[in-house]
């Protein structure tokens, strides 16, 4: 229905300016905050930017959860570093996402009711120590998959913000590898909670690349418009061919035995996620949907005061340099 409203407001818009738009877009140029652009591009910039600016923050909530519990002094230091950065990732999305004449206050309560996405990844629990390099490894490698390309995207304060979070996801995704490399090489019982968390992460972070092409609603819209580099399939497919080496260097099993490579192909041929369950997921029915958003919900409601002291102070300040004009 998105895909429609969009497309019916964009037929509306006037044809030469569109033209005029979309070659701009062919030649490569980035599109700037005050320029022309089609309702349709601002609105699908701002669903998607939002969505990803969201996942940064309660994608802070199940690496958080264990900061207080790191193994080592060394671990929590880093993980610490790890979780402020995602922090600082939703701030520079949060921005660029202004820039389209949306508040940030405006997405953050269609996040809270329930209006607007975060990435499914986030709806499935951190069960232990091994879980988190998991995270890094698998949940950061994919992220970085999906956001390396968007270093390119047509919008120009969206394509600044990635090289930014560009260069801190490859740390994190490091910082995960070299954690579970630990667990791998430790005890037998280390390497099988190792084992484990790939078993049970390895399909949900397929999943972040959203639906298989033939059910993805926004791809060819978006990939006209440079919002999107690349489709989900192809993006779902480099992530594998890039981290099944890496798990077989670390002596841990990909959790699916029709996984194998194919010569004609230069792939690996490998199984597709249970998409009925990432329906499921992304409607609210995940392990942790609900634990998330009341998260969420709660240090919005508790920060409320802060908000309110700021903007009265700022009132305050703005008639005070009025009556002093
Ligand atoms: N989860 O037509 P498409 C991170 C929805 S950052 C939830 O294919 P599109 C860093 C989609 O919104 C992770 N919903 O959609 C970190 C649409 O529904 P709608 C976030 C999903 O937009 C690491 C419907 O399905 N990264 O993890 C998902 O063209 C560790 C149809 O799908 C980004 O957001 C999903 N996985 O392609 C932080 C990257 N997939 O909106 C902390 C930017 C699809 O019509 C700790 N975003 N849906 O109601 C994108 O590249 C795209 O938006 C896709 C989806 C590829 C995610």
Redesign the pocket.
């Known amino acids: 229905m ?1 895909a429609q409203m969009i497309k019916s407001e964009a037929t509306q818009d006037d044809p030469e300016k569109l033209a005029a738009f979309q070659a701009r877009i062919d030649a490569g140029e980035k599109i700037e905050p005050k320029d022309w652009m089609p309702e349709g591009y601002r609105k699908t910039l701002i ?2 930017i939002g ?2 600016a969201h ?2 923050i309660v ?2 909530l ?2 958080g959860n264990w900061i207080t519990r790191a193994p080592t002094l060394e671990r929590k230091a880093i993980l610490l570093a790890k979780v402020q950065d ?1 922090a600082g ?1 939703g701030l520079y999305l949060y921005c660029a996402a202004e820039t389209l004449g949306v508040s940030r206050d405006e997405i953050t309560e269609m996040l809270l009711d329930g209006r607007m ?6 709806n499935y629990p951190t069960l232990n120590w091994a879980d988190i390099g998991a ?1 890094g490894w698998l ?2 490698g ?2 970085i998959m ?2 390396v390309p ?1 270093q390119r995207t047509s919008f120009g304060p969206y394509s600044r913000a990635m090289i930014r979070i560009c260069k801190e ?1 490859s740390f ?1 995704q490091r910082q995960g590898y070299d954690a579970i490399r630990q667990m791998a090489e430790g005890t037998p019982e280390q390497k099988k909670m190792a084992q484990d968390a790939l078993n049970r992460l390895w399909y949900p972070s397929l ?5 298989s092409d033939k ?5 060819a819209q ?1 990939m006209a418009w440079k919002i ?1 580099m690349n489709t ?1 399939d192809e ?1 779902r497919q480099k992530f594998v061919d890039q981290t099944v080496p890496q798990a077989e260097y670390l002596g841990l099993t990909i959790p699916d035995p029709d996984l194998k490579w194919n010569d004609e192909r230069g792939h690996y041929d490998y199984t597709d996620p249970d998409w009925s369950e ?1 329906f499921d997921v ?1 409607k609210g029915n995940g392990p942790c949907n609900v634990d998330r958003l009341a998260a969420r919900n709660k240090a919005w409601d508790d920060g409320a005061w802060v908000r309110d002291g700021l903007l009265a102070h700022a009132k305050k300040k703005a008639a005070r340099q009025h009556a002093a004009e």
Do not use: C, T
């Not at 996405?117 to 986030?122: M, N």
């Not at 059910?215 to 791809?219: A, N």
């Open positions: 998105y669903r998607q969505q990803h996942s940064e994608g802070q199940p690496e995602e990732h996405k975060y990435s499914s990844i986030f995270v949940v950061d994919a992220a999906n956001q968007l996801e994190h999943m972040m690349f959203g639906p059910d993805s609603v926004h791809s978006s999107k989900n993006l990432f992304i």
